[in-house]
């Protein structure tokens, strides 16, 4: 029997709440459990998005391609939407991208901008991906996030025409998109 080979996969989802970024979890629905692929198992999230955080995760099963978007030293820019208790003061945003020391870290983190909007939102991009980074950096300067959501990875945004819970592939140029800074 001929068997053959998936190839490399690139999957674009928009994460719900309430869903882990992992491959499996034995009392948990993972991101994995969303995807109707029939080489889903080969499959990996790239980076994590907490269960409480929603919006843009991709999967693959390209560790080369996973890692360049991973690697600090690579400088890729994920940009998050925060919902805060209270509006942000401009001192805090500047603060942020001056560099803030996280509690138990001992070298400052930065992010590369931080806009705020509205309805006391923040938009925040950052380049690292430590636990719970953007929930922390706001907390270093005082600010609670009540939401979060991950609009783009490199110059790819999530795709507006997914609804909470669904993907698809991506494209061969935006396989390149993730990996060129915005």
């Given at each position: 029997e001929?068997?053959?080979?998936?190839?490399l996969i690139?999957v674009?989802l928009n994460?719900?709440l309430?869903?882990?970024?992992?491959?499996e979890d034995?009392?948990q629905r993972?991101?994995?459990s969303l995807?109707k692929h029939?080489?889903?198992?080969?499959?990996?999230p790239?980076g994590r998005?907490d269960?409480?955080s929603t919006?843009?995760i991709?999967?693959t099963?390209?560790?080369?391609?996973?890692?360049?978007?991973t690697?600090p030293?690579?400088?890729?820019?994920?940009?998050y939407?925060?919902?805060?208790?209270?509006?942000?003061p401009?001192t805090?945003?500047?603060?942020?991208?001056?560099?803030?020391?996280l509690?138990g870290?001992?070298?400052?983190v930065?992010?590369s901008?931080?806009?705020?909007l509205?309805?006391?939102?923040?938009r925040i991009t950052?380049?690292?991906?430590k636990?719970?980074?953007v929930?922390r950096m706001l907390?270093a300067?005082?600010s609670?996030?009540?939401?979060l959501?991950?609009?783009q990875?490199?110059?790819?945004?999530l795709?507006?025409?997914?609804?909470?819970?669904e993907?698809?592939l991506?494209?061969?140029l935006e396989?390149?998109?993730?990996?060129?800074a915005?």
């Amino acid at each position: 029997e001929i068997l053959s080979l998936p190839g490399l996969i690139y999957v674009m989802l928009n994460k719900p709440l309430g869903v882990v970024s992992a491959t499996e979890d034995p009392s948990q629905r993972t991101v994995l459990s969303l995807i109707k692929h029939p080489h889903v198992h080969l499959l990996h999230p790239v980076g994590r998005l907490d269960k409480d955080s929603t919006g843009l995760i991709l999967l693959t099963n390209d560790g080369q391609w996973s890692h360049r978007i991973t690697a600090p030293r690579k400088h890729v820019p994920k940009v998050y939407l925060a919902k805060l208790a209270e509006p942000l003061p401009t001192t805090a945003a500047d603060q942020l991208q001056q560099g803030v020391i996280l509690h138990g870290e001992t070298e400052p983190v930065r992010a590369s901008q931080v806009d705020i909007l509205p309805e006391q939102q923040v938009r925040i991009t950052i380049h690292e991906g430590k636990y719970h980074q953007v929930k922390r950096m706001l907390a270093a300067v005082g600010s609670h996030v009540e939401q979060l959501h991950r609009e783009q990875i490199g110059s790819l945004p999530l795709d507006p025409k997914l609804a909470t819970g669904e993907w698809r592939l991506l494209t061969s140029l935006e396989q390149q998109w993730v990996l060129m800074a915005s």
